[in-house]
């Protein structure tokens, strides 16, 4: 892709993140999710080939359509109340329609069904933006409007999507979808206590984050998009595979790693509400995904040999990208020792 293209779409998207985690106007806000839309397609469909196209076209159809409802869902609203202040949102119906179109965006269960095929379309970078970037506005607008959101109905999403989003990752051998599947499952862990604890929310998406930045990076490093070919990684760099080891343990929530730090909190937070059951149910569906994290961690300390003779070669990385790879990896691993500090803050 042209460079100057490239620098437009990326500014474009900056921008459109910018308008609506700021604005306390329901056209803002709308307004910013489709300059998103707009901008993340050319980089979903920039290597041409037939299955990004049909990424694209899944993803601006699916996007178009939660956008056209949170459009809806904030006029409902406008009728009834005659606010159009995000922090207003009063009437039931207009929340049970954000509720759905923010989890059509963010790709919770039962509207989950486009992220895995979108994700295994793009690029890996363009993977990492979906990932994390793309669903830094729906959680805002989920954040801003919590204290008026259905408990009920927050839960069931979440823990639909931490079950499905564990279950349907099992049998894959693509790391793409099995990223896209960890994905869903986490944002289960975000939607179920967003209404209790927001920020308990924005820090595990922060962490999150970090994380998955990191795995994306890592492997994007490395060439690496199948179970297969992460096996005979350990011929390019050693060092990065252990770093990607440690963190697909601690994305999987393994203590004394970062990723265990939200779900305590978030577990802590559940049982401080007396929702003991669904604390015990988030706890037992995390096994689930646990499992596929620990075939992908397992697969990077499996030392085959490589297929073919000419798959040893010197392996070069542009030094910026391992510095911020060592950096993320780093805070994705030895977080969790600096947890009262954050307990305190929150």
């Known amino acids: 892709m042209n460079p100057q293209a490239k620098l437009i779409f990326t500014s474009s998207l900056l921008l459109g993140t910018t308008i609506t985690i700021s604005s306390n106007h329901w056209?803002?806000?709308?307004?910013?999710?489709?300059?998103?839309?707009?901008?993340?397609?050319?980089?979903?469909?920039?290597?041409?080939?037939?299955?990004?196209?049909?990424?694209?076209?899944?993803?601006?159809?699916?996007?178009?359509?939660?956008?056209?409802l949170v459009l809806f869902s904030s006029m409902t609203n406008a009728w009834h109340t005659g606010q159009w202040d995000i922090t207003q949102l009063s009437h039931p119906t207009s929340g049970l329609i954000l509720t759905s179109a923010i989890a059509m965006k963010l790709g919770l269960v039962p509207f989950?069904?486009?992220?895995?095929?979108?994700?295994?379309?793009?690029?890996?970078?363009?993977?990492?933006?979906?990932?994390?970037?793309?669903?830094?506005?729906?959680?805002?607008?989920?954040?801003?409007?919590?204290?008026?959101?259905?408990?009920?109905?927050?839960?069931?999403?979440?823990?639909?999507?931490?079950?499905?989003?564990?279950?349907?990752?099992?049998?894959?051998?693509?790391?793409?979808?099995?990223?896209?599947?960890?994905?869903?499952?986490?944002?289960?862990?975000?939607?179920?206590?967003?209404?209790?604890?927001?920020?308990l929310t924005l820090l595990n998406f922060y962490l999150y984050t970090v994380m998955t930045a990191t795995v994306f990076l890592a492997l994007n490093s490395i060439k690496v998009l199948k179970l297969s070919t992460l096996m005979t990684a350990w011929t390019k760099v050693p060092s990065l595979n252990a770093m990607l080891l440690l963190t697909l343990l601690s994305l999987a929530g393994l203590p004394p790693l970062t990723g265990f730090l939200p779900k305590w909190l978030i577990i802590q937070e559940l049982t401080k509400q007396e929702m003991i059951p669904a604390a015990t149910l988030m706890s037992l569906l995390s096994l689930l995904s646990l499992f596929f994290y620990l075939r992908l961690a397992y697969c990077t300390t499996i030392t085959l040999p490589p297929h073919t003779t000419n798959h040893i070669k010197q392996w070069r990385t542009n030094k910026p990208t391992s510095i911020l790879i060592a950096i993320l990896a780093t805070t994705s691993?030895?977080?969790?020792?600096?947890?009262?500090?954050?307990?305190?803050?929150?």
């Open 333 to 346: 691993i030895i977080l969790l020792p600096i947890s009262p500090l954050i307990v305190t803050i929150l």
């Open 112 to 199: 989950h069904f486009w992220f895995p095929e979108v994700l295994q379309g793009a690029p890996l970078s363009t993977g990492l933006l979906l990932s994390t970037i793309m669903k830094l506005p729906p959680i805002t607008l989920l954040y801003m409007t919590s204290p008026s959101l259905n408990p009920t109905l927050l839960a069931t999403l979440a823990i639909l999507s931490a079950a499905i989003g564990g279950w349907m990752g099992l049998n894959q051998t693509q790391i793409r979808k099995i990223l896209a599947f960890s994905s869903i499952s986490h944002l289960g862990w975000m939607a179920i206590i967003i209404i209790y604890n927001p920020k």
């Open 27 to 68: 056209i803002m806000a709308w307004a910013g999710l489709e300059i998103n839309t707009l901008a993340i397609l050319p980089l979903i469909s920039k290597s041409h080939h037939p299955r990004s196209i049909e990424a694209a076209t899944k993803y601006f159809l699916t996007q178009s359509a939660a956008s056209a």
